[in-house]
């Protein structure tokens, strides 16, 4: 983790353009490419960001960040106050709560509830980024990758965005696409979602409670 202190201003362009005028901000870097610009207020949402895979270029005075979707976010620098990293080491993951542990194992044992002609292939299936929750196979053969929340907000699309770019990497899975399964799904997550290819479905626990299941079937 690289933590970034300065007084800078800072540009993106991309889906739409923002501007942040010069102020005194902090930038993190993680160990995974993501970057984010936070001022002193707002809780945990970043002003503006740059989610991985990217590429950022340190220039004289500024800093460019790209993707390959070609979005761009450029912070100029007029002084920095700190500059400093803290190797945090492998993650252990977030532990699931109660009921999205239980969503992924009752959806796990009725993947059909997801998509008609869906079936399990493994249960947290492991990436150079974590776990994807279900890897499964759709009635065409195609491998699909589920990401199961209590809620589906942005931070799920996100995530699910990063696994699919590692598992499409893996030529004996590739092409992989995403669905983001939830009790329900937040309007900006769906809208993020459509933009990057990636399905998401809503489920009722209630009624997924009462399948009866069948057994998993491994790689």
Not at 115 to 130: A, C, K, M
């Amino acid at each position: 983790m690289r933590l970034v202190v300065a007084r800078c201003e800072v540009d993106y362009s991309g889906r739409l353009t923002a501007h942040l005028p010069l102020a005194t901000r902090l930038i993190m870097v993680k160990a995974d490419g993501c970057v984010a610009v936070h001022s002193d207020e707002g809780a945990y949402k970043p002003l503006n960001w740059m989610n991985a895979p990217n590429h950022l270029e340190e220039r004289e005075g500024e800093w460019v960040v790209t993707n390959r979707a070609g979005e761009r976010l450029v912070i100029r620098f007029a002084e920095v106050l700190s500059d400093l990293e803290y190797p945090l080491g492998v993650a252990p993951g977030l532990a699931k709560d109660m009921v999205e542990a239980e969503l992924q194992r009752r959806l796990a044992d009725a993947p059909h509830m997801i998509e008609e002609g869906l079936s399990l292939l493994r249960r947290e299936y492991p990436t150079d980024l974590g776990p994807v929750d279900l890897l499964c196979r759709d009635a065409g053969g195609q491998v699909v990758a589920v990401e199961v929340k209590r809620k589906g907000e942005i931070d799920g699309v996100e995530q699910l965005t990063r696994y699919l770019d590692s598992l499409n990497r893996d030529a004996t899975l590739a092409p992989v696409r995403g669905i983001l399964v939830a009790q329900a799904v937040a309007p900006q997550a769906r809208t993020l979602a459509a933009t990057r290819g990636i399905g998401w479905v809503e489920v009722d626990y209630d009624a997924l409670r009462g399948v009866e299941g069948s057994a998993l079937r491994l790689f």
